[in-house]
C-alpha cells in the first residue's frame, strides 16, 4: 500500500493542485480521458482557485499585521506613526468560485486515476500524487473514535480515518434512537463529519451511536465504543 500523497499544508496543497493541473494533459491520451472529461476541466478550476485563495490570505495576513500596528498607535499613541493602511481587495480577474471540496474532490480524481491499468508509478510522480510504500494497517483491528455532540436542532457525529484513509473505503455509522429498533443503519459516510437531520422527540430521548471502517463494501475491523446523547425536550 502507498502513504497518503497529498501534502499536509494549504501552501503544499495549492502547489500540488497546480503541479497536478499543469501536468495531466500529457496523459489523457495514453488513459483514455478526454480532455473535456468534467473531473479533468473541475480540478484545473479547483487549482486555479485554491493557488488563488492561499496566495490572497497571505495578503490579509500582512495587511491584519500593518492594521494591528495602526490600531496599536492610534490606541497608545508615541512613536512613529506606521504607513498608510489599505484593505486588501481581491484583484482583478480573480478566479471564480467553486463548490465547496476541492481536496475530496481531488481525492477521487487521484483515487479514479490509481484504478486506470494505465496509470504509471512514473505518471504519478510527474503529477506529485505518488505515495511511498508502506505497510498497511492491520484491517482487523481498525477502529473508528467516535464524538457526538448537538448543534442547534440536529446531532453531529464526528469521526475520521484514524490515519489510514489509503486504505479504507468508508465508514458506517449506527443508531439506536431507544425506540426498541435496538441499532439501525445511519448512514454510509466517505467524508470524515456527519450531521444527523432526524428531527428530535419531544421529550428527553438517549440516542446511541456506534461507527465501523467498510472496505469493497464489507465491514473490517472493530465497532467504535458506543456513544450516547440526550436529545429533545
Not at 504519478?124 to 508502506?134: C, E, N
Not at 432526524?198 to 465504543?225: E, H, M
Amino acid at each position: 500500500m502507498k502513504s497518503d500523497y497529498l501534502e499536509r499544508d494549504d501552501e503544499g496543497r495549492a502547489q500540488q493542485f497546480i503541479v497536478f493541473r499543469d501536468n495531466i494533459g500529457q496523459f489523457l491520451v495514453p488513459l483514455g480521458i478526454s480532455a473535456t472529461d468534467p473531473d479533468i476541466i473541475q480540478q484545473a478550476a479547483d487549482a486555479t482557485r485554491f493557488r488563488a485563495m492561499v496566495d490572497f490570505q497571505a495578503t490579509m495576513q500582512q495587511a491584519a499585521k500593518g492594521w494591528t500596528a495602526e490600531k496599536n498607535y492610534e490606541r497608545d499613541g508615541g512613536g512613529i506613526a506606521p504607513g498608510g493602511q489599505s484593505v486588501p481587495v481581491l484583484p482583478d480577474k480573480f478566479p471564480a468560485a467553486v463548490p465547496a471540496g476541492i481536496t475530496p474532490r481531488f481525492r477521487l480524481l487521484v483515487k479514479r486515476l490509481n484504478g486506470n491499468p494505465k496509470f504509471t508509478d512514473a505518471m504519478a510522480k510527474i503529477l506529485d500524487v505518488y505515495g511511498a510504500d508502506q505497510p498497511g494497517p492491520d484491517l482487523t483491528t481498525v477502529q473508528p473514535d467516535i464524538e457526538v455532540v448537538i448543534s442547534g436542532n440536529h446531532t453531529e457525529v464526528d469521526w475520521g480515518w484514524g490515519g489510514y484513509v489509503n486504505y479504507l473505503d468508508m465508514c458506517l455509522i449506527q443508531v439506536d434512537r431507544n425506540d426498541d429498533k435496538g441499532f439501525v443503519d445511519l448512514c454510509y459516510d466517505t467524508t470524515p463529519g456527519y450531521n444527523d437531520t432526524q428531527p428530535f422527540p419531544a421529550t428527553p430521548t438517549k440516542w446511541t451511536y456506534r461507527a465501523i471502517y467498510r472496505v469493497n463494501d464489507t465491514n473490517v475491523g472493530l465497532w467504535s465504543k458506543p456513544v450516547s446523547i440526550i436529545v429533545g425536550g
